[in-house]
C-alpha cells in the first residue's frame, strides 16, 4: 500500500470568502483546499505555508489544528495507474493570510487560485476534501 501524507488550510478573509485552489490532472479539474504533500522531514505547518504560497501567492499564519482524515482508496480508484491502494492522510489546519498577492501556480498541481463566497462553494465542481475540510472548520 502506497501512503501519501498532506497539509491543507482552510482560508476565509474579512468578507468571509474561502480560498480554494484549482486542482488539475489530465483532462479532471476540480476545486480543492489549498495545501500539498510533505516534503521528507518537513513539519506539516511548514508544508501549509510552503504551499500556500506556491499556490496562491500568499503569506499565511497557520493557525489551529481543524483534523486529520483518513481514506485509503483502493487501485481501481486511483487517479495515478497503479497496483496498489493509496491511503491518504490530509492534516488540515486554519490558517490567516498575513502578505502577498493573489497570483496563480505555474507548472504545479493547480493552476488558479480564487476566493468564493460562501454560498457559491456548492455550485463548484469540487473534490470531496472542500466539503470536509469545510466541515472541520464549522463552515459547512
Given at each position: 500500500m502506497d501512503?501519501?501524507?498532506?497539509a491543507?488550510?482552510?482560508?476565509?478573509?474579512?468578507d468571509?470568502r474561502?480560498l480554494?485552489?484549482?486542482?488539475?490532472?489530465?483532462?479532471?479539474?476540480?476545486?480543492?483546499?489549498p495545501?500539498?504533500g510533505l516534503?521528507?522531514?518537513?513539519?506539516?505547518?511548514?508544508?501549509?505555508?510552503r504551499?500556500l504560497?506556491?499556490?496562491t501567492?500568499?503569506?499565511?499564519k497557520v493557525?489551529?489544528l481543524?483534523?486529520?482524515h483518513s481514506?485509503?482508496?483502493p487501485?481501481?480508484?486511483?487517479?495515478q495507474?497503479?497496483?496498489s491502494p493509496?491511503h491518504?492522510?490530509?492534516?488540515?489546519?486554519?490558517?490567516?493570510v498575513?502578505?502577498?498577492?493573489?497570483?496563480f501556480?505555474?507548472?504545479g498541481?493547480?493552476?488558479m487560485a480564487?476566493?468564493f463566497?460562501?454560498?457559491a462553494?456548492?455550485?463548484?465542481?469540487?473534490v470531496k476534501?472542500v466539503d470536509?475540510a469545510?466541515?472541520?472548520?464549522?463552515?459547512?
Amino acid at each position: 500500500m502506497d501512503m501519501r501524507v498532506a497539509a491543507y488550510a482552510v482560508v476565509t478573509d474579512d468578507d468571509d470568502r474561502i480560498l480554494l485552489a484549482r486542482w488539475i490532472d489530465g483532462r479532471r479539474v476540480a476545486w480543492t483546499m489549498p495545501g500539498g504533500g510533505l516534503e521528507a522531514g518537513e513539519d506539516p505547518e511548514a508544508t501549509v505555508r510552503r504551499e500556500l504560497r506556491e499556490e496562491t501567492g500568499y503569506s499565511v499564519k497557520v493557525g489551529e489544528l481543524l483534523g486529520i482524515h483518513s481514506r485509503v482508496i483502493p487501485a481501481t480508484q486511483r487517479v495515478q495507474k497503479s497496483d496498489s491502494p493509496l491511503h491518504t492522510l490530509r492534516i488540515v489546519y486554519r490558517a490567516s493570510v498575513t502578505g502577498g498577492k493573489l497570483r496563480f501556480e505555474t507548472e504545479g498541481s493547480t493552476d488558479m487560485a480564487e476566493w468564493f463566497p460562501r454560498d457559491a462553494v456548492a455550485g463548484l465542481q469540487r473534490v470531496k476534501l472542500v466539503d470536509i475540510a469545510l466541515r472541520m472548520a464549522g463552515i459547512l
